[in-house]
Every structure is written in structure tokens, then in C-alpha cells.
């Protein structure tokens, strides 16, 4: 075995994750969409590679850009928590191919009600293994909360999305296309928080800015589920909003009209260029090792840490999941 090169952590990342261009990068890089078809058992070498250089050691020969590239691997397929590998589905990686086919859908089959309950069931059981897969690892969930969390958030999207469908039946054809964003928006306001409420009862672990756990904060949950839920909707809405307008113009066209069934693919194309920026985008904005003030904790947390360390610790960190 060699060792790593001089003064080289695998850890450490490559960007500053203090600022939203540096956070870009690092999910530019980890969000990457071609990362889904790496084969299993090169993930499982990358995982490897990183592991035996945390511990100071790598393969002879090894170059800096074959670990940056393993650690890539590592943090796109691998849980930062667990270090489990995680199912390609709720991979963010697969956020682009997934999330294209599933947007353009619903975008696409919008004006009856079947369709509507047919696509709205699709995309929240493709958000609920999302949001599951990527929850923080440290707060299990049993089958039965996971199952009431799937059943509220999909009983919430097709409520909006029924009711907003037939509500919109007399209003602007446009109003009509943005019903599926209105749908989504809600529906991720119910599953995050429902799929991840083991954080919000119990808390979830906060370190110091050397990693040494401090306890629990329910408080902390809240914020990084918050986030979270922002950044959702955000990853969803210009495509969701965007798109519809960009339709309603080009479907004007005669030549659009005479191509009516390449709409669907069409819709789906689209999407995928707006999910290839604003997955990463909306992932950057906030850090993935949120703070939160020690003012802000719950009292009991609070003193706890005052009676340990004094004023030695003005913030806690904690990760806020994807």
C-alpha cells in the first residue's frame, strides 16, 4: 500500500461549502446523472478506495483525480451517514432521469382526472423512496409510519390536484397546466416531514465544529426538514412553471398541432434540461452541515452544553439530509 499524496484528505471538500457557488459545484458533481449507470461492483471499489484512504492508504499508483473521481462515486450511490449504499431510485443522482420522466408526464396528461390520479400516484411513490432513502440515516422509521407518511402525501397531491383540475375547468388553459406544480409543492409540504417525523419526535444528533456529539435537538429537525422542503419545490418550479408557458405558445403552432404525439416526449426532453441545472441548484441552496445557534435550542440542550463547555460553543452542526 501506498500513502495518500502529501497533505491530501478525501473528505475535505473540493469547493467552499460556505458560499452557493461552491455548494453548486460539489452537487454539480455528485448529482451527476451519468453516475447511475456506474456498475455495482465499481461503486463498491470506489467505496473501498475512500475507506482505505481515510485510513491513510491507497492502492500504489493511485493519482489525486482517480480518488477525487472514487470519492464522486462514493457520495452520489453512498448514505453520508450509514455508509450504506443507497437504492438507485432515491439516489439524487437519478433526480434528472427520474424526475424528467415523471414531470413531463404529469405536465403532459393534465386535463382528465384519471390521468391526474394516475401520475400524481407515480411521482409521490417515486418521492417517497427519495426522501426515505435520503432521510437522516440516524433516525429510524418503522414500515407502519412510513406507510401512514406515503398515504397522507399521496392523499394530499391528488386532493389538490382533483380539486384544482375541476376547479380550473372554466378558467385560462394555463391555470390548467399549472395545477400538477400545485400538487407537487403541497404534497412535499406533507411527505418530507411525514417520511422523516422520527427527526421531528426524537431530534437528531448536533456536534460541535470538531464532530463531537453534544445530544439531540428536535429544533435542529425542524430547521434541516424545512430546508429541505424548499428546496424541493424549488428543484420542481421552474420546469413545472416555465415549461407550461413554453407549451401553451409553441402549441399555437400548426405544425405543433399536427405533431400532437410527440408533445409527451417533448415535455419530457424539457424537463430534463431544466432538472440538469436545478437539481444541483436546488440542493446548494442551503449547506448540507446546516447551524443552528445555541440560543436557539431547546432549554434543557442548551444548558447542558453551557454546563460542559461553557461559551465555548456558539453554534451546533448537524446534517440537514436531501
Known amino acids: 500500500m501506498a500513502t495518500a499524496p502529501l497533505g491530501f484528505n478525501i473528505d475535505a471538500p473540493r469547493w467552499d461549502q460556505s458560499t452557493f457557488v461552491g455548494r453548486l459545484k460539489h452537487f454539480l458533481n455528485i448529482t451527476d446523472p451519468r453516475t447511475v449507470l456506474v456498475p455495482e461492483k465499481e461503486l463498491d471499489r470506489a467505496k ?30 453512498f448514505h453520508p451517514d450509514s455508509g450504506e ?7 439524487m443522482s437519478f433526480q434528472v432521469p427520474g424526475g424528467m420522466a415523471l414531470t413531463g408526464c404529469m405536465l403532459q396528461f393534465y386535463r382528465t382526472v384519471p390521468a391526474v390520479v394516475f401520475w400524481q400516484w407515480v411521482n409521490q411513490s417515486f418521492n417517497a423512496i427519495v426522501n426515505y432513502t435520503n432521510r437522516n440515516a440516524a433516525s ?41 406544480f400545485a400538487a407537487v409543492a403541497a404534497a412535499n409540504c406533507v411527505n418530507i416531514p411525514m417520511m422523516r417525523q ?10 460541535d465544529g470538531d464532530n463531537n456529539e453534544l445530544g439531540c435537538s428536535r429544533r435542529a429537525a425542524v430547521k434541516g426538514i424545512a430546508q429541505v422542503v424548499v428546496s424541493r419545490i424549488a428543484m420542481a418550479a421552474p420546469g413545472m412553471i416555465i415549461l407550461p408557458i413554453i407549451m401553451e405558445r409553441l402549441e399555437r403552432f400548426p405544425f405543433m398541432q399536427r405533431i400532437r404525439v410527440l408533445h409527451g416526449p417533448l ?28 440560543a436557539d435550542l431547546e432549554l434543557e440542550l442548551h444548558d447542558s452544553i453551557v454546563a460542559k463547555h461553557g461559551d465555548k460553543v456558539p453554534y451546533v452542526y448537524f446534517n440537514k439530509g436531501l
Open 48 to 77: 473501498a478506495l475512500v475507506e482505505a484512504c481515510r485510513a491513510g492508504l491507497v492502492p500504489p499508483g493511485s493519482s489525486q483525480e482517480q480518488l477525487l473521481y472514487a470519492k464522486k462515486l462514493y457520495d452520489s450511490a
Open 85 to 91: 449504499k443507497m437504492n438507485l431510485i432515491g439516489r
Open 140 to 180: 429510524p422509521i418503522s414500515l407502519r409510519q412510513i406507510g401512514v407518511a406515503y398515504i397522507t402525501a399521496t392523499g394530499t397531491a391528488l386532493a389538490t390536484a382533483v380539486g384544482l383540475n375541476l376547479y380550473t375547468k372554466r378558467a385560462p388553459p394555463l391555470l390548467a397546466r399549472w395545477v400538477p
Open 198 to 207: 422520527q427527526e421531528i419526535i426524537n431530534g437528531i444528533t448536533v456536534t
Open 267 to 294: 415535455q419530457v426532453l424539457l424537463c430534463g434540461g431544466f432538472l440538469l441545472f436545478m437539481v444541483p441548484a436546488a440542493c446548494a441552496l442551503f449547506p448540507q452541515r446546516c447551524s443552528l445557534a445555541l
